[in-house]
């Protein structure tokens, strides 16, 4: 298996087979969870340190929802 198989997908649709490459690369591949999503990333390619908006980090997907409607 490869990395590119569960990149941006939503960990709850892996295959228990994934769900293992995923927990067993973590740390290797330097993968995590966005929050909102519950999708695969690179965790530099999350955003950290956002519990004003409730969650640990998320993707940019999810930020720009979170915030497209915050006052600048």
Request: proline share 1%; with cysteine.
């Amino acid at each position: 298996m490869k990395l590119k198989d569960i990149l941006y997908r939503n960990f709850n649709t892996l295959s228990d087979v994934e769900k293992q490459f995923y927990e067993d690369n973590r740390e290797k591949f330097e993968i995590n969870l966005c929050d909102k999503y519950n999708t695969v990333n690179y965790s530099d390619e999350l955003i950290w340190e956002v519990q004003h908006l409730g969650y640990t980090a998320i993707c940019e997907e999810a930020y720009k929802e979170l915030t497209a409607n915050s006052p600048h």
